[in-house]
């Protein structure tokens, strides 16, 4: 019932429905009732009729009873029709008469009997033509039955016909991938259908134009700065010593600042093919690898864990938050475990934290946060960028929190493939990372 679309068919049937019981209780108020006082004065002049004329016949004269109309000695027995009875009772006065009259319902007649008495004691049997009002109740709910069913069916099919660009943008938006391409939508069916697939596949070329733009401007400014970087380094070298280091050091940051502006453009153009990948040994190698070179790391419960993904890329982006834990933070605690059939890292330091207002704001590039995580410390500014760009990729998320007893906590999750513990790792490949 949350969806437009069954608040839409609600709204109508209901509308529809109300309109139906309204009408058919006014017919109910406008039809007359049936006129029995009318039937009851036909039956009283028929019988005043054929009494004028019996009691013109000698009194011997008899007609047999057949199927419950002639002339008898006795009236019809059965249980007698007390109403009817009244009413016939009253048309024949209003008649002037006073014949005595009975309505009978004798066992084995489809309708009421009339007997009524002559002068001479002779019964006149007549069949009383006027019958109850059938029992249409059956027929009524039937009838409101087929219209509920009827309105209801008309109005799923104009709703969903109404509805169907809305319902086609949801299922697109579901649809997007990690890399926020919208696939490309069949421009068939209704013209509304039509029109918003149309619409969709124009939004989605031009995103992907304006994307593939950005990413070549990034790709080339990177590349082109190389050349001059290179040039500038070599007059570095007729420096003065200490001149000389200030300039070197100054292209040291140009040049990481380039290096990793390329490695954010190529995880996201990056479409080579995944394979499964041992987390658990993955975090090993990268904690073993930051211990070597002196940071303060530490690996807590590890369990076996597969998920589906590049080795290296995978590499790339825990080492970078690692780094960060370790540097920023003065210690990086890794702990990997499973939560929800998905595989999650924490990576907990010991640091300063990050302001609650600016937590939103770490994933963009070349922003930076060493203000709120203590000194300065070299760097581009894009290291979370690209663990994120690689994660998401990868179908996981990352998120970052203050823990209440201060510090930070970066918490990776990835889809696991559904063999844990299974597909191995090349050391080769993890390496080389």
Request: hydrophobic share 45%.
């Amino acid at each position: 019932m949350s969806t437009l679309r069954a608040k839409l068919t609600v709204l109508l049937v209901a509308a529809v429905l109300l309109v139906v019981l309204l009408a058919t209780g006014l017919s109910f108020l406008l039809l007359s009732p049936p006129r029995f006082q009318t039937a009851e004065d036909a039956a009283a002049a028929q019988i005043v009729l054929i009494a004028d004329l019996l009691d013109r016949a000698p009194s011997s004269t008899e007609i047999a009873v057949d199927g419950f109309a002639g002339i008898a000695r006795a009236p019809v027995g059965g249980p007698v029709a007390e109403e009817a009875t009244r009413g016939l009772t009253a048309a024949l006065a209003r008649k002037g008469r006073t014949e005595s009259v009975r309505v009978t319902h004798p066992s084995g007649a489809s309708q009421p009997v009339i007997s009524v008495q002559l002068s001479d004691g002779r019964w006149i049997i007549l069949p009383f033509a006027l019958m109850p009002p059938p029992d249409n109740s059956r027929a009524l709910a039937g009838w409101a039955v087929l219209i509920a069913l009827g309105t209801t069916g008309v109005m799923i099919f104009a709703v969903r016909r109404l509805t169907a660009p809305l319902a086609l943008l949801e299922r697109t938006v579901a649809a997007i991938g990690p890399d926020g391409e919208l696939p490309p939508l069949p421009e068939q069916g209704p013209t509304e259908v039509r029109a918003a697939a149309r619409a969709i596949n124009l939004l989605s070329s031009r995103l992907k134009s304006a994307m593939e733009s950005r990413i070549r401007i990034v790709a080339a400014a990177g590349h082109d700065l190389r050349t001059p970087m290179t040039r500038m380094r070599l007059r570095a070298e007729f420096l003065e010593d200490g001149e000389r280091e200030t300039w070197i050091a100054d292209l040291d940051e140009l040049d990481r600042i380039a290096d990793s502006a390329i490695r954010l453009v190529r995880e996201e153009v990056d479409a080579s093919s995944r394979s499964p990948v041992r987390i658990d040994e993955l975090v090993r190698e990268v904690v073993a690898e930051l211990k070597e070179i002196g940071m303060n790391v530490a690996l807590g419960a590890a369990r076996p864990l597969t998920v589906l993904g590049r080795p290296l890329a995978l590499k790339r982006a825990i080492r970078n938050l690692t780094i960060n834990a370790a540097t920023h933070g003065r210690e990086g605690r890794l702990r990997l475990d499973m939560e929800n059939g998905r595989a999650v890292i924490r990576i907990e330091d010991r640091g300063p934290g990050i302001p609650e207002h600016m937590l939103a704001r770490v994933f963009e590039p070349f922003f930076r946060i060493d203000p709120a995580r203590g000194a300065p410390i070299p760097g581009a500014g894009l290291g979370l960028a690209i663990a994120r760009e690689i994660i998401v990729n990868h179908g996981g998320s990352l998120a970052l929190r203050n823990l209440p007893g201060g510090g930070l906590e970066q918490r990776l999750e990835f889809p696991l493939t559904g063999c844990e513990g299974g597909g191995d790792v090349s050391q080769t490949q993890l390496s080389s990372a």
